[in-house]
T-cell receptor, first 115, second 113 residues
Framework: AQKITQTQPGMFVQEKEAVTLDCTYDTSDQSYGLFWYKQPSSGEMIFLIYQGSYDEQNATEGRYSLNFQKARKSANLVISASQLGDSAMYFCAMREGWGNNDMRFGAGTRLTVKP | DGGITQSPKYLFRKEGQNVTLSCEQNLNHDAMYWYRQDPGQGLRLIYYSQIVNDFQKGDIAEGYSVSREKKESFPLTVTSAQKNPTAFYLC????????????FGPGTRLTVL
């Protein structure tokens, strides 16, 4: 069964506007971590933001914030004030359990920022 | 600087040949991973290792083999048994305990002719 679902294959946003990339997950564990990575055309994977299942506050890192809705099992990434350099693939990922090292990735969303 | 290195960036091999992709890290991480990425797709886990001399199969281990003789190194061999080996291969490492992010290498793009 799919553990991480990203339903938006592609998204477009105007420069300087905010955009939300969707991610839903499936787990029966109480302890888990949710991650977002950015993959530019060069192929490297860049870690953006992390949300723990027990964290009460939504995670924020600069222009990135994670809209964590535990009951709905969603962990959407919000990018504020989009820049042309934000154009890339974005992957949502989950790590279940504590000390369990297996990380599962979604299929990704390709974000294109228009000037 | 600490990080993960993968070499080479591009690799070409003839069909039927085994090929080994290197992955080295100097982050002192216990856990290391190999992923495969096909065009327009997400990452799929091939193998991972939580500690030296130990490793586990991921979702698509068939046709691949690994070794973990040193903490810093986790080479991946793509064997001739792998039916569609042409792909982008990413190596990652992380702290073993807790929910910590994985750090990725720059990847190796393997093309089998």
């Amino acid at each position: 069964a799919q553990k991480i679902t990203q339903t938006q294959p592609g998204m477009f946003v105007q420069e300087k506007e905010a955009v939300t990339l969707d991610c839903t997950y499936d787990t029966s564990d109480q302890s888990y971590g949710l991650f977002w990575y950015k993959q530019p055309s060069s192929g490297e994977m860049i870690f953006l933001i992390y949300q723990g299942s027990y964290d009460e506050q939504n995670a924020t890192e600069g222009r990135y914030s994670l809209n964590f809705q535990k009951a709905r099992k969603s962990a959407n990434l919000v990018i504020s004030a989009s820049q042309l350099g934000d154009s890339a693939m974005y992957f949502c990922a989950m790590r279940e359990g504590w000390g369990n090292n297996d990380m599962r990735f979604g299929a990704g969303t390709r974000l294109t920022v228009k000037p | 600087d600490g990080g993960i290195t993968q070499s080479p960036k591009y690799l070409f091999r003839k069909e039927g040949q085994n090929v080994t992709l290197s992955c080295e890290q100097n982050l002192n991480h216990d856990a290391m991973y190999w992923y495969r990425q096909d065009p327009g797709q997400g990452l799929r886990l091939i193998y991972y290792s939580q500690i030296v001399n130990d490793f586990q199969k991921g979702d698509i281990a068939e046709g691949y083999s690994v070794s973990r003789e040193k903490k810093e190194s986790f080479p991946l061999t793509v064997t001739s048994a792998q039916k569609n080996p042409t792909a982008f291969y990413l190596c990652a490492s992380s702290i073993r305990q807790g929910n910590n992010e994985q750090f990725f290498g720059p990847g190796t793009r393997l093309t089998v002719l």
